[in-house]
Antibody, heavy 117, light 110 residues
Framework: DVQLVESGGGLVEPGGSLRLSCAAS????????IHWVRQVPGKGLVWVSH????????NYADSVKGRFTLSRDNAKNTLFLQMNSLRAEDTAVYYC??????????WGQGALVTVSS | QSALTQPPSASGSPGQSVTISCTGTSSDVGVYNYVSWYQQHPGKAPKLVIFEVNKRPSGVPDRFSGSKSGNTASLTVSGLQAEDEADYYC??????????FGGGTKLTVL
């Protein structure tokens, strides 16, 4: 079965940093684009970032560009989202999501990131 | 990167049909046939129910269907059942490796 398991969430102060990881299993990890989608509790889904198969082309929503960095280690079937200069508005559940032909077919259970002093 | 527009709520009685709209622009919904829909129950991760405008993943009942006209996509749920009560989100590819979601619609089964 396809599984995506996020880790690394938690409480961080404004201006701080946090690194989320996403461990993938049950499919050929290097064959797929992977995305991060976030959701403020009680609010809607927002696309955050995407990375291509070999990790050479990450891209980001304007709201996180310059602060977040997405990378992947295909040998370890793992994705990393480095989040710097965190703001209160970055508080959300972050979902690791497998992409296929411009849709999102498998989702992790999410990792909660809380930015607060 | 403006969000797609969905009605905040929709409702119907068991057995009825409900249609949820998703309005974008000529830069996303209007130009790409990469509209997808996601169902999210409280406390759960979203689940794909429609992709590429009108295709259903394996395991999704054929009560769920999708369509598109111009800049507006639609999700129709026919033969409403209690378990269809959830939040529904549309998404569209917007070019240059950017994707945009709608604000979500809360579907209530009366």
């Amino acid at each position: 079965d396809v599984q995506l398991v996020e880790s690394g969430g938690g409480l961080v102060e404004p201006g701080g940093s946090l690194r989320l990881s996403c461990a993938a299993s049950g499919f050929s990890f290097s064959g797929y684009w992977i995305h991060w989608v976030r959701q403020v509790p009680g609010k809607g889904l927002v696309w955050v970032s995407h990375i291509n198969n070999d990790g050479s082309y990450p891209n980001y929503a304007d709201s996180v560009k310059g602060r977040f960095t997405l990378s992947r280690d295909n040998a370890k079937n793992t994705l990393f989202l480095q989040m710097n200069s965190l703001r209160a508005e970055d508080t959300a559940v972050y979902y690791c999501v497998r992409g296929y032909n411009h849709h999102f077919d498998y989702w992790g259970q999410g990792a909660l990131v809380t930015v607060s002093s | 990167q403006s969000a797609l527009t969905q009605p905040p709520s929709a409702s119907g009685s068991p057995g009825q049909s409900v249609t949820i709209s998703c309005t974008g622009t000529s830069s996303d919904v209007g130009v790409y046939n990469y509209v997808s829909w996601y169902q999210q129950h409280p406390g759960k991760a979203p689940k794909l129910v429609i992709f590429e405008v009108n295709k259903r993943p394996s395991g999704v009942p054929d009560r769920f269907s999708g369509s598109k006209s111009g800049n507006t996509a639609s999700l129709t749920v026919s033969g409403l059942q209690a378990e269809d009560e959830a939040d529904y989100y549309c998404n569209s590819y917007a070019g240059t490796h950017i994707w945009v979601f709608g604000g979500g619609t809360k579907l209530t089964v009366l």
